[in-house]
């Protein structure tokens, strides 16, 4: 017998001992302090992985130090079964039982499972055989599921409570979905619902309308609508697919990717005609906030899949904006909106060369435009710009939506800060509207 084998051995022994003794079973102890810890129930949506190892080991760590110092330690098991996992391997794994391995669930098992309810409980105990191996200290009496009547019994008057209590708000939330599973997934180091997360979250662009003198929007997205001050000019790709589209009442030209991510989150949308990006080029529109003339102008660097795929030139602070008015159309003279200590009245230039950038292809643009992104948030609005003059540059952001929604230009799209995103299923994730939650 190797050492492996031997580790393996005494470990499977010590988690018998463990069990047959119930040494994790709590009685009441009115001598003893009470400790209470539970974990993020596994989700019963396949078997776990290293993932879910990491993030029951820190609780159990708890747990067992807790006892270590005297306290009665209340450490129960649950499974979060929303139903909808199940429902769906359920449809697959009866088209294809072969479909059942990629959750943990052998062909001939898989063959068995007549019911998505028999697929989470079948479910629950891979997943419990899974958590007896890595040895957690859980006490294995007090099991439930969130699918058992008496929890949803439980559940439903937690949500009454809240109600009664003012804390359930009703509303529209944006939230990453699944089109294939069709339901919502969670995003998180777990990876209980996505295959990779790499980190993502869902970022809110502000969308800032911009209409020529028909009336027509061109809808820029950005992270930093403060800075609209300092808009010289607005980009399209030049070879970028748009579209000119009724959304809503409105018309909009938006790239073509961005026009099923307005559908998806609430619009209705109405493509008009389609048209490549370069025919946009001098199209002049106006400045909401500022009442000036700018004009549509064509940039390489303009990602159509992100956001709208139109936006906004603020070449003072953004390196990208710089670099390509530099090189490209430089008789755009930058205007600066945002103070910051230790650097010029064009923080774009300082950082570029800083970083010794000189072209948007540059790998190090990326890192030079975080760098100054952080840098200006600790920065305030120049003092010459009214209202908004002298305010922290975080402050004056939130300021500034409230502004643009009074004027009547302002709208928002969401996305992925990292892409692409796959549920499980193998499907990209999107980011889509729950209507009335």
């Not at 270590?68 to 129960?76: A, E, I, L, R, S």
């Not at 979060?80 to 001939?108: F, M, Q, S, W």
């Not at 777990?190 to 061109?218: C, H, L, M, P, Q």
Request: charged share 25%.
């Amino acid at each position: 017998m190797n050492w492996f084998s031997k580790a393996r051995f005494i470990e499977s022994e010590w988690q018998k001992q463990w069990r047959n003794s119930r040494i994790f079973e709590t009685e009441p102890n009115q001598k003893k302090p009470k400790f209470y810890m539970v974990f993020a129930y596994p989700t019963t949506s396949g078997a776990l992985h290293v993932g879910h190892a990491r993030s029951y080991t820190i609780p159990d760590v708890i747990a067992r130090f807790k006892r270590m110092q005297g306290f009665n330690v209340f450490f129960p098991l649950g499974f979060h079964a929303t139903g909808l996992d199940c429902l769906n391997i359920h449809e697959k794994i009866t088209n294809n039982p072969e479909y059942g391995e990629r959750y943990g669930i052998p062909v001939k098992t898989a063959e068995k499972l007549k019911t998505p309810i028999a697929v989470e409980k079948y479910l629950e105990k891979v997943i419990f055989e899974s958590l007896l191996k890595l040895g957690v200290s859980v006490n294995l009496r007090p099991i439930v599921s969130t699918i058992d009547s008496a929890y949803n019994k439980f559940v439903q008057w937690q949500f009454k409570k809240l109600r009664e209590l003012g804390y359930l708000v009703q509303n529209d939330y944006y939230l990453p979905w699944c089109p294939s599973c069709g339901h919502p997934v969670s995003l998180d180091a777990a990876e209980a619902d996505v295959s990779e997360w790499k980190g993502a979250t869902v970022k809110e662009y502000t969308v800032i309308k911009f209409r020529d003198n028909k009336g027509t929007i061109f809808p820029a997205s950005t992270l930093r609508p403060e800075t609209i001050f300092g808009v010289t000019n607005l980009w399209l790709n030049p070879n970028g697919q748009y579209v000119e589209a009724k959304i809503n009442e409105e018309t909009w030209i938006t790239s073509k990717e961005s026009f099923q991510k307005l559908k998806d989150q609430g619009k209705n949308v109405e493509v008009i005609s389609e048209k490549i990006g370069k025919v946009l080029n001098g199209t002049e529109v106006i400045n909401p906030v500022t009442g000036d003339l700018v004009k549509v102008l064509m940039a390489e660097f303009v990602n159509p899949d992100e956001a709208s795929g139109v936006v906004m030139s603020v070449p003072a602070h953004d390196p990208y904006d710089y670099l390509c008015c530099k090189t490209q159309y430089s008789n755009i003279k930058p205007i600066q909106v945002i103070n910051v200590e230790g650097m010029s009245q064009f923080p774009a230039k300082d950082v570029l060369e800083r970083f010794g950038v000189r072209k948007t292809i540059d790998p190090r643009l990326n890192e030079a435009v975080k760098e100054l992104y952080k840098a200006e948030n600790n920065g305030r609005i120049i003092s010459s710009i009214q209202t908004f003059g002298g305010m922290n540059t975080v402050k004056a952001r939130e300021a500034l939506k409230e502004h643009l929604v009074k004027l009547g230009a302002y709208d928002k799209l969401l996305e992925l800060s990292v892409k692409p995103v796959f549920c499980r299923c193998g499907a990209e994730i999107i980011v889509r509207v729950i209507k009335g939650q």
